[in-house]
């Protein structure tokens, strides 16, 4: 079974560009979430979808971030404009539902680094 | 929410040391535990789990207990390897079916 896909895994930019990252979930997965971990810290999560709907974006800076996933399958994370304190590894996961609600089980993809400059 | 407290690294061990990784907790009921393990520059892997109190989980050799009596779950492995050289997260749902909270992270380094 394929494992969460990302991309790309490394990225660096300047501070007021513009970048975006993909994900792919595992199949059949319906919920996914992006994280960010900062280095030296644990992953804190950004937002959490289950198919196309958002379950919680209660820490996604909104006036920056904004992230998608139209079909319910496959997701992008936008940061517009970037700030220094951006740079952090993004982390997608996924996890299937079990009677109806999301598994606590969580399986994550390798991550994208981003430097913003 | 529920929130985890983990022990601050870096370790570093010589192999075949043992190792125990601390990780206490703060939960409403009796929500699944975590251990995933972070390779340098990978993303997070799942280790081990337990679903329930008293509730074992194992995995590559290491261990972990859920013990609600002192709200802990602390990772042990009897040797470790060079291979296992990596950063440990304790991790708990906030609450159920959403988002994970994870500790700080316990870099562990094992020197041959």
């Known amino acids: 079974e394929a494992g969460v896909a990302q991309s790309p895994r490394y990225k660096i930019i300047e501070k007021r560009q513009s970048v975006a990252f993909w994900c792919n979930p595992i199949?059949?997965?319906?919920?996914l979430y992006w994280y960010q971990q900062i280095l030296g810290q644990g992953p804190k999560l950004l937002i959490q979808?289950?198919?196309?709907?958002?379950?919680?974006d209660s820490q996604l800076p909104k006036d920056r971030f904004s992230a998608e996933r139209l079909k319910g399958v496959d997701s992008t994370l936008k940061i517009q404009p970037a700030k220094l304190e951006d740079s952090a590894v993004y982390l997608c996961?996924?996890?299937?539902?079990?009677?109806?609600?999301?598994?606590?089980?969580?399986?994550f993809g390798p991550g994208t680094r981003l430097t913003v400059l | 929410g529920n929130s985890v407290t983990q022990m601050e690294g870096p370790v570093t061990l010589s192999e075949e040391a043992f190792l125990t990784i601390n990780c206490t907790y703060t939960?409403?009921?009796?929500?699944?535990l975590f251990w995933y393990v972070q390779y340098p520059g990978e993303g997070l892997q799942l280790l081990l789990k337990?679903?329930?109190?008293?509730d074992k989980g194992s995995n590559k050799g290491f261990e972990a207990t859920y013990r609600k009596e002192t709200t802990s779950f602390h990772l042990e492995k009897g040797s470790v390897q060079v291979s296992d050289s990596a950063v440990y997260f304790c991790?708990?749902?906030?609450?159920?079916?959403?988002?994970?909270?994870f500790g700080q992270g316990t870099e562990l380094s094992v020197k041959p």
């Open positions: 979808f289950q198919n196309n709907g958002v379950v919680d």
């Open positions: 199949s059949g997965h319906a919920t």
């Open positions: 996961a996924s996890s299937p539902l079990s009677g109806g609600r999301s598994t606590d089980t969580q399986y």
């Open positions: 991790a708990l749902p906030y609450n159920q079916g959403g988002k994970l909270i």
């Open positions: 337990a679903t329930k109190a008293d």
């Open positions: 939960a409403t009921g009796y929500p699944s």
